[in-house]
Structure formats: C-alpha cells, structure tokens
C-alpha cells in the first residue's frame, strides 16, 4: 500500500521538476529577447528603411521588412484560402464519407504539413525558373503560399469535420444546393476555427525564413511591386546577426522583439475574433 | 373527403448496403390530411419520411429502387430537380437544428435562396411565418440575436416556421416532439391541427396516442415491410393484420 | 434561376474538386521536380558515394553527403531525446495532475509559443545556450569548444518543439474518456496507476502520432539549426562536435551556386532526401493511426 503511494510521489515530483524545466526555458525565450531586444529599440528601427551604411552601425530601421513581411505573408495567406476553402468544403460537404479521392487528400495534405519550409523553397525557386521569375515579392508569396496551405487546410478541414451532419441536412431539406449550404451554412458554423487556421498559418509564415530566403530576396527599399525583391522580418534579424557589428546585432534583437510582438498580436487578436465570432455558432 | 394524392410510392426499396431497409413499399399518402407513420425502431420509418425529400441522397452508399411520384412526377428522375423537390417539404427533425445565425436569418434563409432579395418582402414573411409558428411573441424584439440562445422548444418552433418560409406542400415531421418537453409538445401538435387545412403533413412517431390523437391516415410499417394504412379509426379500432393489432396493443414493439 | 443555381453549384463542384487533386498532384509534382534535377548528379555519382563518402569538395567535384546526414541525425536525435520524455511528463501533469487554473492558463501560453518564429528561437541560443555550451559544459567534459554545437542546436530544436508535442498531447489525454477512468478507480487503482495502465496505454497511438509531429518539425527546421550548429562539413563523433545538418547546407549554399550545374544538382538532391524521409514517416504514421483506429473500434 505504501510503496504505490511513494512511486506516485516520485513521478509526481518528476513531472512537476518536467513541468519546470519546459516552462522556464520558455519564459527564458521570452526574457532574453525582451532584455536584449529593448535596449535597442526605438522609434526609427519601425519607421525607417535601413540607409547607406545601415548594416556598418549608420541609422535606419527595418520598416521594409515588416511591410515587406506582411505584404507578403498577407498574400500567400490570401492565395492560401482560396486553396484551403475549396480543399475543406470538398471534403466536408461534396464528398462521400468513404471517397478515396479524399482519403488520398487527407494523407497528401500530411505529407505536405511535414515538409521542410526549406524544401519549399527550393522547390518554389524550381518553379520560378521554370517561369523564368528572379527573386521577388511573387516568388516569395508562391513559396510561403505552398508552405502554409497545408497548415491552413488541415486546420479548416479539422473544424468542418465537425460540423454536424444534420445541420447540414436541415440546410437541403430547404432546398438549398450543397454550393450554398458550403458558404452560408457550414463556413458560417465553422468560422471561429476557420479563422484560427487563418491566423496560425499566417503566423507560420511570417517566422519562417527558410522558404523566402531564395525565392523573395532582399531589398532595403520598400517595394509594391510583385516582380521587385521584396525584405522579410525573419531575414533581416539574420542578416543583421551575421554582421560584425555589435550595434547592428542589438538591432537584430530589436527586429526579433518586433517580429515577435507581431506574432502575440496576432495570436491575442485571433482569440478575440474567435470570441465575436463564435456568436452564431450552435452547439 | 378527396382521395387524390400528390404523394405516389411505387415499389420503392431502398438498401444501405447490404441492409434492405425498405421492401417495396407502395402507398399514397392522402392530401391535406395529417398522415402518421408508425411502427417500431428500425422499422424503416425516417428512411421513408427521407425519401419523400431525397434527403436519403446524402447518405454514403444507399441504393433507391422504384418511385416516388410527388405531383405526377418521379423525383429519383435523373433530370429532376432535386432542390426543387426539397422546397416542396418543410421538414421538421427529431432534434431541432438552427442554422448558425439569427432568428431573422434562420426564416429568412429559405426565401432568400429561392431568390427573394427585398428587405421588405422578407420582413413580411419572417414575421408570417414566425407568426404561423406561433412564436412571433417571443422572439419580436430579438430578431437579431442567435437562433442557438433560444430554448429547444422555441428552437423546434423556429425550425417550423422556417421550414413554411419556403411554402411548401408538405410538412415531413420525424418525431418532432421527441426532444421537447410536454408544454412545447403540446404547441407543436396544435400548430399541426391548425396547419392541417392547408398542408399535407407527414408526421413519423413513436407515441401511439399522438398518432391516435393528431392523425387522419395511419401507414403501419414493420422490418422495412408496409404492413397496413387506412384511416386512423380503421387502424387503431379494427385492424385487419395480426402484427398491427399486437403492435397496437403493445405487445411488439 | 433555377438552372443558374445548379448551374453555380456544378461549377463549384468541379472547382473544388480540382483543389482536392491539386493537393495530390502538388505532392506527386514536389517529388517529380526535385528528382528531375538531381538526375544530372544521380547520373554522375553512385548512390553509395553519394550517401557514404566523406568528403565533401563541391569545386572538386566531390558530392559526398555523409557529414550532412550525420549531421542532421545527431541533431534531431538529440532534440528528440531531450524533447520527447519532458514533453510527455509535462503533458500528463497539466491534464492530470494541474490544479484548474494552471491548466486554464496552459493552453493559451502553450498556443502562443507554438507560434513563436524559429528563427527567435536561433537568436535564443547564440544569447544564451551557446554560450552556455562554450563557457560551461564543454570546459566541464575537459573540452574546448565554440559553442555552435550538436548539443547546442539540440537544445533549440527541443525547446522549439516542446509546444508542438505537448499540445497535442494534451488533446489526446483529454480525448481519453471520464468514464473509464471512473472504472479504473472503482477498481481500487490509485490515480497514478490509472494513468499508468489506462490512460497511457489508451492513448499512446496518439501520443506517438504528437511525437513524428515534433520529430517532423525538428527534422527539416532550418534557421534556427544554422545559427547555432556550427555548420563545419564533417559527421560529428559527440554531441560537443559542431554538425552542419542537410536543410542548413541547402539554406547556406542554394541559389549562388546555379553556375556550377553539379553543385545545384547536388542541393537539389538534398531537398530530395529531406522530403522522402517525411513522405515515409507521414505515411508510416498515418497507417499506424488508422490501424490503431481500426482495431480499437
Ligand atoms: N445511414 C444509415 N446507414 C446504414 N443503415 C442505416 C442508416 N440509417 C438507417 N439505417 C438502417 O435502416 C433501418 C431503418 O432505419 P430508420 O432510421 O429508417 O428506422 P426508424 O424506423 O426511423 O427507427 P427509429 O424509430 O429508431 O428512429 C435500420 O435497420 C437502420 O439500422
Ligand atoms: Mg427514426
């Protein structure tokens, strides 16, 4: 009896020390950055583009990489929905429970979950040459495109799933086409998750460096242009930390606090929607 | 009364896989009457009441054979419409399912599909209908708010008077009172006698003494087989099948 | 009207049905392009030197992959083997043992570092694991060293994937369901013996599903491995060694090399391992799932 008391102690006490462990290295993350990040930050690292001898220690900002970080992930989320939807309500609405076309989707959309950000990138650098495309605000949101709609259709098709079978029949028994009761129905029911999946994916690909780091450039100027090169966050933290310059690294940590400012408010303003907009959902 | 009908089963049978679930029924369901379908679980009974509006389409490998002419014409006709076979039938579920936006919008849903567009217009008929439904008084001032913050047997309501929002002929109810309790029950059976002159309603139940109490016309159905219909008095006082008598009496089940 | 609404749900129909191929084709397409060009080296080399050799001199003509898998091994074995026991712990404490607030609060700070940039995480360890390596537990092993280490971009990676498992985790512990544990404790068994017989055995497929997540993630992670790895071509002998992991050679050296078709071919051909191996395990794992599904119904 008591030696089944004291093994649950012991693992008890593992557990919590595990807990322990996870939790401060996170909190270290954030700690770091903040401590190292705000020292250096001011007013012109976010309203400024970096000018001659910005990356020698001369003054600037990096407000071409977050336009630039969200010009493009703004776009390659915006590509992605329009592939994710479709994705999701297909399986969900058009499709038979047992259809093996979906099946074969379903495991496809796995893989490509799993597939390095890296490999995205230099298969979306293939492609670019194949379109005969340079390195520019296009080709970066093709790359960060491909990168994040499986994140997006997984987490939209996970949500439609469950959306209850009778809801959408009560829709039918109206008359309404499979078409309507996909939009007004089952996206109208599925849209707190609907959302989230939007804003993880987007999250997802404003951090990654790795898919943009062939395929959209760099550019110190802030650019509109699809065909131009196009700065991201992710990179100029890197560039930045790659130089020899101390007050250039502190800028790094700068640009780091800011990129992940950007994320907790995304991440924060996705539980407020999700909240609005759980409104009409029924139970 | 007329014996015309605009609802005609002709050797209908229908499988989901292997399970013959319906074996060559064929009926016609009287008009303007309320019609109760009864018989045991399992017996086939929502199976039926989803054929009239092929909504038995939606589920993965069910097998139709046979017709269901409604209004002179076969709705397993590969040409035909089928949401225009939908918008003849209000359907009222065992469990009522609002749709996921405001009361406005739940009765409005329908109109607006079949291409009413005027504000006004649609106004008028949320009110008529929420009014037919008998739950106008209720929900007037919140028309706005979710249809999911309404009680079940408001809900239940709601799901009728969307279901007469796209004018149907028909009301299909699967045991439309199964989940309510017995105040908001009793709402819904007198909306059916009220309803009862300008619709023909098909009502599938488990409670003998409302089919007894609501119904004009029994159909009796038992292990996917249509043992015997006729008039509810016919069925409930002198029952020419041996399986309807015990049924009735309780003895199956 | 009526034929322009069916007409309208036709037409999406097909829309969305050609999505649901493009997600198949998009798979067939990565590995088809990724094969077609690394064909100039796989016509050139052996696979056997490809894989095994140990010299890597791109300007010479030498494509031998060896330190760059080894590389790629140490680290995300490491990161595994930090990541997968304290995942799990901590996982079964916050659904089982946490009081409710701490678990309330869990899940959302859980979220929010699930999404933190990997490259934040690179930045984290130069500040502060490879120093760390380089002043303190190198010189404890009598060792001389950087710091940009297996061990370092081990621990990155760890930490990186910690979110990702324990969230998931946590779900399938919560999926596991009230009633039979009820039926183990009205057995007598204590909490921790429930956990122990019950609640772990009943949800391990899905905890080895959290598990090829993280692993999946650490696996093809780039940034945050580049910074801190080292980055020297050469198979690490200890976790103190310096690695230069597959995605990290691809990130540092693709793109400039197009004039040397050898050299872009060999990269390719990277990319080309990368996404087979995560094309087995997705694979595995999703055969694994449905056969755990299959044979518990
Ligand atoms: N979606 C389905 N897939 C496979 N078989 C089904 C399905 N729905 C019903 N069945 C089977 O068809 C038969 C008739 O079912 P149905 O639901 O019509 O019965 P019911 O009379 O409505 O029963 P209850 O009174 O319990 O609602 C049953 O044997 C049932 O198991
Ligand atoms: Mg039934």
Known sequence: ????????????????????????????????????????????????????????????????????????????????????????????????????????????????????????????????????LKASLLGGIIAVALLIFPIMSRGMDEVMRMVPKE????????????????????????????????????????????????????????????????????????????????????????????????????????????????????? | MESTSHITVQNLNVYYGDNHALKDITINIPDKQITAIIGPSGCGKTTLLRAFNRLIDTVDGVRITGKVLVDGEDIFDPRADVTMVRKKMGLLSQRPYPLPMSIFDNVAYGPKIHGIRKKKVLEEIVEHHLKMASLWEEVRDRLHEPASRLSIGQQQRLCLARGLAVEPEFILADEPTSALDPKSSLYIENRFRELRSQFSIILVTHILRQARRLADYIVFLYLGELIEHGPVNEIFENPREERTREYIRGVIS | MKSRRLFKDNLARSIMWFSAIFCILLVILIGFALFQRSRYILAMKSLADLFFLDSW??????????????????????????????????????SEYAPRMIREWAKPA???????????????????????????????????????????????????????????????????????REASWALGATKWQTIKHVVVRKA??????????????????????????????????????????????????????????????????????????????????????????????
Request: aromatic content about 12%; glycine content about 8%.
């Open chain 3, 110 to 180: 859980i979220d929010l570092l699930a999404g933190i940039p990997s490259v934040i995480y690179g930045v984290w360890g130069i500040l502060v694991i490879v120093p760390l390596t380089k002043n303190y537990i190198a010189p404890f092993f009598g060792r001389h060293s950087s710091g940009y280490t297996v061990f370092a971009a081990g621990v990155v990676l760890a930490v990186m994937i910690f979110p990702v498992i324990i969230h998931v985790s946590i779900e399938v512990f919560r999926s596991v369901s009230f009633e039979l």
């Open chain 3, 57 to 94: 001199h791109p300007l010479k003509g030498e494509f031998g992959f060896f330190p760059f898998i080894m590389g790629t091994l140490w680290v995300t074995c490491t990161a595994v083997i930090i990541s997968v026991p304290l995942s799990f712990l901590t996982a079964i404490y916050l």
């Open chain 1, 1 to 132: 009896m008591r030696s089944r008391k004291i093994e649950e102690a012991i693992f008890r006490g593992i557990m919590i020390a595990a807990t322990l462990v996870v939790l401060s290295c996170s909190i270290l993350i954030l700690a770091t950055i903040l401590i190292k990040g705000l020292p250096a930050m001011n007013l012109d690292m976010i309203t400024k583009t970096p000018k001659g001898g910005y990356y020698l220690g001369k003054s600037g900002g990096i407000l071409n990489a977050i336009v630039g970080s969200i010009l493009l992930t703004g776009g390659a989320t915006l590509v992605s929905i329009f592939l994710s939807l479709p994705v999701a309500l297909y399986a969900n609405v058009y499709a038979d429970k047992s259809s093996k076309l979906i099946a074969f989707t379903r495991v496809s959309l796995d893989v490509l979950w799993g597939v390095p950000s890296i490999v995205y990138g230099a298969f979306g650098f293939t492609i670019m040459l194949f379109l005969g």
């Open chain 1, 167 to 283: 809801l959408l029949n009560s829709s039918y028994a109206l008359g309404a086409t499979r078409f309507e009761t996909a939009l007004k129905v089952v996206v109208r029911q599925a849209l707190p998750g609907i959302l989230s999946a939007v804003l993880i994916a987007f999250g997802r690909g404003i951090g990654d460096a790795a898919s943009v780091i062939f395929t959209a450039g760099f550019s110190d100027r802030i650019n509109f242009s699809l065909f131009e090169p196009a700065a991201t966050l992710p990179l100029a933290i890197f560039f930045q930390l790659g130089t020899p310059f101390p007050e250039v690294q502190e800028r790094a940590y700068a640009s780091a606090l800011i990129l992940t400012i950007i994320v907790f408010l995304i991440s924060i303003g996705s539980r407020i929607l999700i909240r609005r907009y759980s409104k009409h959902v029924i139970k």
């Open chain 3, 204 to 297: 391990l497929p899905g905890i080895i599903a959290a598990n090829v997540l993280g692993f999946s993630r650490a696996f093809g992670e780039t940034m945050a491995v580049l910074m801190v790895a080292g980055n020297v071509p050469k198979a690490p002998s200890s976790i103190l060694d310096p690695a230069y992991p597959l995605p990290a050679l691809i990130a540092n050296n693709y793109g400039e090399m197009l004039s040397i078709p050898l050299y872009d071919s060999a990269l390719l051909m990277a990319a080309l391992v990368l996404f087979i191996v995560v094309l087995f395990f997705s694979i595995l794992s999703r055969f694994a799932l449905v056969r755990v599904e299959r044979s518990s119904e």
